[in-house]
């Protein structure tokens, strides 16, 4: 095996938007991630317990971009702590991001408090 340097990896976030009656309108799309050392990531977890981050300012510091996000016209929104803020008001987009960022971290399935 040889190790090799990677600064960031490409996850798929998919979203299912909860409607009426248990319908579900599907979305997808990309964000980068920056890949934490173990350390790193033994010290975000610490202070994410310790309640010294909340779930947004964590995908703001440890996100790099996203891909195909629109507004509700269907303009691109620019990856900015701003966007960042306003994506993940919503609970469905919220708990999609927060899935696929721990999923990364951890390089399993995870389950999201909701």
Do not use: C
Request: hydrophobic share 40%.
């Amino acid at each position: 095996m040889k190790l090799r340097k990677r600064v960031s990896r490409k996850s798929h976030v998919d979203v299912g938007f909860r409607g009426d009656f248990g319908k579900v309108e599907k979305a997808r799309f990309d964000m980068e991630f920056r890949i934490l050392t173990k350390e790193e990531a033994k010290d975000l977890l610490g202070r994410a317990a310790d309640d010294d981050l909340n779930d947004v300012e964590i995908i703001q510091d440890y996100a790099l971009g996203w891909t195909d996000v629109q507004d509700e016209g269907g303009n691109d929104m620019e990856f900015t702590p701003e966007n960042v803020e306003i994506v993940m008001n919503d609970q469905d987009v919220y708990s999609a991001i927060m899935t696929a960022f721990m999923e990364d971290l951890l390089g399993k399935k995870a389950k999201v408090k909701k």
